[in-house]
């Protein structure tokens, strides 16, 4: 099957193309960054988790948002999300392989990630981490290549990959639930050190990674001649309102604790963030500007007029997106840091390397995503050709 991603129109060589570039640019700086150090990235020793793990935490939740269109599908036979499924796990594919890239950037030594497996410590968050996101994406690469294949031999899929989806719903949740669990563990950050910040991450899961694939499914739509379907689009939309309903009542829920109970060492984080604090607040633009494109967003898919509109709605699509990838892919794992434990504030901004390093995994991301949407949509549009035949006959 892969033999149909080689194949396409000048715009699909040219975004191919595009991409390389980009991916060749970030491997520069990669390169840079491997012989000098991490001192050509804005980390120090105050804040040594940066924009990689940022990126980090925000992509594992879009992988594990896959399990809003597998559950629905397989579980409760919600027919509509019959053609659109394959299109999230093939989302997780991606994700996960840029997690696993994020956090070698992040290493000096990408070696040291093998000591992980060499020297196992059941009682780290971090062992377990890798564990999930790696069974994770072993699950997804060999259900989305299956059920493809079987789709396009017009067969059913094999009992053995119908018990690998039922386990996949489970351990999407627990891929991020590790994560949270990495940060909520770490008794001297005050900013991570809440109960609901499993909730919070997979609230805020379910709104991106649907988001996101109500987006691709717009794309799809345009560039490929490939149509979801209205309604299957319209109960993605509908997932991504609850889940940032609940989001955003989860921020509100921490601002009350905060504020309600204040304890210094919990409220200084989010003064930080939301009016600065002792002169320093480099971060508050950044804040305001994901908690107004989070409320405006989460207005307009709760009226239910701008939420069914296909002009309104991927725009809608890109706010929630776009929020949520400034709070949990940059804010949240920096301001962990900051003012530090000893009320020492030493602010953060990525730097040109590290961004195009950034960049650049998000082309590689982006380019994996390409092939296996090449693939499926090839062999989704020649079943339907078969069908169409053979009703005719």
Not at 204 to 229: E, H, K, M, Q
Request: charged share 10%.
């Amino acid at each position: 099957m892969f033999e149909k991603a080689l194949t396409g129109s000048k715009g699909y060589y040219i975004w191919v193309l595009f991409l390389l570039a980009v991916i060749g640019f970030g491997a520069t700086n990669y390169l840079r960054q491997y012989f000098y150090g991490l001192g050509i990235t804005g980390m120090s020793k105050d804040v040594s988790w940066g924009l990689y793990i940022g990126q980090l935490t925000f992509l594992v939740g879009v992988a594990a948002s896959a399990v809003m269109l597998v559950l629905p599908f397989y579980l409760h036979d919600h027919k509509v999300f019959g053609k659109i499924t394959i299109l999230g796990e093939f989302v997780a594919i991606p994700a996960v392989i840029m997690c696993v890239l994020f956090v070698t950037a992040d290493l000096g030594r990408p070696d040291r990630v093998m000591n992980v497996l060499r020297y196992p410590t059941p009682n780290s968050m971090l062992m377990w981490d890798v564990v999930v996101l790696s069974g994770y994406l072993v699950l997804n690469l060999f259900i989305g290549w299956t059920v493809l294949g079987c789709e396009k031999r017009g067969v059913a899929p094999p009992i053995w990959a119908k018990v690998l989806i039922y386990i996949s719903i489970p351990w999407a949740f627990s891929i991020h639930t590790v994560t949270a669990y990495l940060y909520a563990g770490l008794p001297g950050r005050g900013f991570w050190m809440t109960a609901i910040m499993a909730p919070r991450f997979l609230g805020s899961a379910f709104a991106s990674g649907p988001a996101l694939v109500i987006l691709l499914c717009y794309l799809l739509r345009r560039v490929a001649n490939f149509d979801a379907g209205r309604e299957a689009i319209q109960s993605l939309a509908k997932i991504v309102t609850y889940a940032m309903v609940a989001s955003v009542f989860f921020i509100i829920c921490e601002l009350f604790t905060v504020y309600y109970s204040q304890v210094p060492e919990h409220k200084n984080h989010f003064n930080y963030i939301f009016t600065g604090l002792h002169g320093h607040s480099s971060f508050v633009p950044v804040m305001w500007t994901s908690a107004i494109l989070a409320l405006i967003a989460t207005t307009l898919l709760i009226i239910p007029s701008t939420r069914k509109s296909d002009s309104v709605l991927p725009i809608v699509c890109v706010m929630v997106f776009a929020s949520l990838w400034i709070d949990k892919g940059l804010i949240l794992i920096v301001v962990g840091f900051i003012p530090s434990p000893l009320e020492k504030i030493m602010e953060y901004a990525p730097t040109l390397p590290e961004a195009a390093i950034s960049i650049g995994i998000w082309a590689i991301g982006a380019l994996i995503l390409t092939l296996l949407y090449k693939v499926a949509v090839a062999v989704r549009k020649q079943q339907e050709y078969y069908n169409v035949t053979e009703a005719a006959h």
